[in-house]
């Protein structure tokens, strides 16, 4: 059985701005039980920061999580996929690229968030991709 990604995303697109710090990120993505954020600048959405990227990029490298700001660490240009695609094609597309949340696109607008954990819910509940 298939089933529209639309089913499987989350519909509330948490963001923070650009100059906003590590911590505050941090602090955020635990508050709201989330493993990333859309970044945002003049309205605009401009990358991605995930729990990966606070590790990775963030404190690995000894960033002052107090002083540095996401625009430093975020991930850039925000990977998307189509909402009418299958969910085999999000899975494929973030073992391709080694990410684990994707923005997905109505129209080319961005209207939610998958992540790997939702494509686990799918493949537990509904079967093969």
């Keep these: 059985m298939k089933r529209p990604l639309a089913v499987m995303m989350s519909r509330t697109v948490r963001t923070i701005q650009t100059e906003a710090t590590l911590l505050e990120a941090a602090a955020l993505m635990r508050e709201l039980r989330v493993g990333a954020l859309m970044v945002e600048e003049e309205g605009r959405l401009v990358g991605i920061v995930s729990e990966t990227d606070l590790v990775r990029k963030g ?24 909402i009418d695609r299958p969910a085999g094609d999000a899975s494929d597309l973030m073992s391709e690229k080694g990410i684990r949340h994707l923005a997905v696109t109505d129209g ?17 509940n509904w079967g093969a991709f």
Excluded: F, H
């Design 108 to 124: 080319g607008k961005i209207v939610g968030v998958i992540s790997v954990r939702d494509l686990l819910r799918y493949y537990k």
């Design 59 to 82: 404190i690995a490298e000894g960033r002052d999580v107090r002083q540095d700001k996401i625009r430093a660490i975020m991930s850039s240009p925000i990977i998307t996929i189509d």
